[in-house]
């Protein structure tokens, strides 16, 4: 039996990779811009942070964590998402000493245990930035700008946003007993999981996409209609910061999100392109999510993309990678006697700064022109035992097959200066 990745992985070929190292050479440009320093967190964590952070009623707690003891009889769980631990190491480490607020983002594995599908997988990837320390509406726009800012650099369009507010702990107890009042006549028409949330969390079966919870919750009372006035404000202030950005954005009643740590703005980057995974970017405030670690009350906000589900759409509308993977010189040596030359000037061309290539089949002339083309090769030098006695090498430029003679002792700088021309029209 052939060894298979595991079900809901991915391998990131050569040829595909290219464009997965954009995705995130953009969104470190864009981050910086911002203000935003990166920050790298294990990609495991005590299960305890996981429990009190995320909540435990939503699917990634009771039903998709990978978690895991070892000799000292701790629990362990790969992380299934980022936040908790972006908190966590902003309080280990007191960071909530530094200028506030402390602006920081990531780029890291996340892992779910889930019925792959497409845009959704086991292991997938995550960018993310957090803002932690102030309760300022213009950051909960800055999120979202930034987000949709990092899609459009990449060249996608064709997307919605969605937003809502879901209140705080002085409002949302009144909206969930309104939510309870709506649902409790219908309670046995919702799916098993649903009336389980329905004491616990009744947002969550807003949530819920099983068709008889989604036409339950048609009709449930708005939370935006029980904001208390902070709350309002704060919205509104949202609100009118996307409209001087001149942000398209659409009022979703039934947004909550999927993790109990969310206050007062939610918002979601929805693709038209995808398919049923449709959220390429999503985020809101945690307000409560540091003091509920064991710091602080203190304000917070962020947001997440699922680099996989970008890179899909990214494929499907045809966007490559800027960077070009053809080599600058593919070196051809005829003969044994001039193999160790043409090492050596294969290595002093990759020291003074190009991509280069060789042969190492010991294949005939042709062949190594053959795969020079294949690698989309811009010059091939060619050295056999003639051009060897008479110290020179022959240069062919494989856009117009022009091939000139060039001493050995100039072959490096003839060859440095001409890669870097721009190509000819």
Same mark, same amino acid.
């Given at each position: 039996m052939?060894? $298979?990745?595991? =079900?809901?992985?991915?391998?990131? *070929?050569?040829?595909r ?8 050479e ?14 790298n967190t ?9 429990l ?10 009771? $039903?998709q ?15 299934p998402?980022?936040t908790?631990?972006?908190?966590r190491?902003?309080l280990e480490?007191g ?7 402390v602006?920081?983002?990531y780029?890291g594995?996340?892992f779910?245990h889930?019925?792959?599908q497409?845009? =959704?997988y =086991? ?7 957090e ?5 300022d509406?213009? !950051? ?7 987000s949709?800012?990092i899609?459009?650099?990449l060249?996608?369009g064709?997307?919605l ?10 409002c949302?107890?009144?909206?969930r ?5 709506h649902?409790?006549?219908? *309670? ?7 009336q389980?949330r329905?004491? $616990?969390?009744?947002l ?12 339950v919750?048609?009709?449930?009372p $708005?939370?935006?209609?029980? !904001?208390?006035?902070?709350c309002?404000t704060?919205?509104?202030?949202v ?14 009643d039934?947004?909550v ?11 979601e980057?929805?693709s038209?392109? *995808?398919?049923?995974q449709?959220?390429?970017?999503g985020?809101?405030r945690?307000?409560g999510?540091?003091?509920e670690l064991g ?18 759409v990214?494929e499907?509308?045809g966007?490559?990678?800027p960077?070009s993977t ?6 051809i ?7 160790t030359?043409? &090492?050596?000037?294969t ?5 003074a700064?190009?991509k280069?290539?060789t042969?190492? &089949?010991?294949r005939?002339?042709?062949s190594?022109?053959?795969q020079a083309?294949?690698?989309?090769a811009?010059?091939? *030098?060619? !050295?056999g035992?003639?051009?060897?006695? @008479? ?6 430029d ?8 060039v001493?050995l002792?100039?072959?490096?700088? =003839? !060859?440095?200066?001409?890669?870097q021309?721009?190509? @000819?029209?």
């Amino acid at each position: 039996m052939k060894i $298979k990745a595991p =079900r809901g992985t991915i391998d990131f *070929l050569p040829g595909r990779i290219e464009l997965w190292q954009y995705i995130q050479e953009v969104s470190r440009e864009v981050f910086s811009r911002y203000g935003y320093a990166e920050i790298n967190t294990p990609i495991f964590e005590y299960t305890e942070l996981f429990l009190r952070g995320i909540g435990d009623t939503t699917d990634v707690v009771s $039903k998709q964590m990978y978690t895991f003891t070892v000799k000292d009889d701790k629990s362990y769980t790969l992380r299934p998402e980022g936040t908790a631990s972006v908190v966590r190491s902003y309080l280990e480490h007191g960071l909530g000493a530094a200028p506030q607020p402390v602006k920081l983002f990531y780029i890291g594995p996340i892992f779910r245990h889930e019925r792959p599908q497409k845009g =959704r997988y =086991r292991q997938f990837h995550q960018l993310g930035a957090e803002a932690i320390g102030s309760q300022d509406p213009a !950051l909960d726009a800055e999120m979202i700008v930034m987000s949709m800012e990092i899609l459009q650099k990449l060249g996608l369009g064709n997307f919605l946003v969605n937003i809502n507010s879901i209140g705080c702990p002085v409002c949302r107890p009144t909206y969930r007993q309104a939510l309870r009042d709506h649902i409790s006549p219908s *309670l046995a028409k919702v799916c098993p999981t649903c009336q389980e949330r329905f004491e $616990k969390n009744p947002l969550r079966i807003l949530d819920c996409k099983i068709a008889a919870c989604k036409e339950v919750a048609d009709g449930a009372p $708005k939370s935006i209609d029980y !904001l208390c006035p902070e709350c309002q404000t704060h919205y509104a202030q949202v609100c009118e910061y996307l409209d001087a950005f001149k942000i398209t954005y659409r009022q979703n009643d039934l947004l909550v999100r999927g993790l109990d740590y969310y206050t007062k703005t939610v918002y979601e980057v929805e693709s038209l392109d *995808l398919g049923a995974q449709s959220a390429l970017s999503g985020g809101g405030r945690y307000d409560g999510l540091v003091a509920e670690l064991g710091g602080p009350a203190t304000p917070a906000v962020g947001f997440a993309s699922g680099m996989e589900r970008i890179l899909l759409v990214l494929e499907e509308q045809g966007i490559k990678s800027p960077h070009s993977t053809a080599v600058d010189v593919f070196v051809i040596s005829l003969g044994d006697a001039v193999r160790t030359q043409a &090492l050596v000037i294969t290595q002093q061309l990759r020291q003074a700064g190009l991509k280069v290539e060789t042969d190492y &089949l010991g294949r005939s002339m042709k062949s190594q022109m053959k795969q020079a083309d294949r690698l989309g090769a811009k010059y091939v *030098l060619i !050295l056999g035992e003639d051009e060897l006695a @008479k110290g020179v090498v022959q240069v062919r430029d494989m856009q117009d097959s022009a091939q000139t003679e060039v001493p050995l002792s100039q072959v490096v700088d =003839r !060859l440095s200066q001409n890669a870097q021309q721009p190509a @000819k029209a």
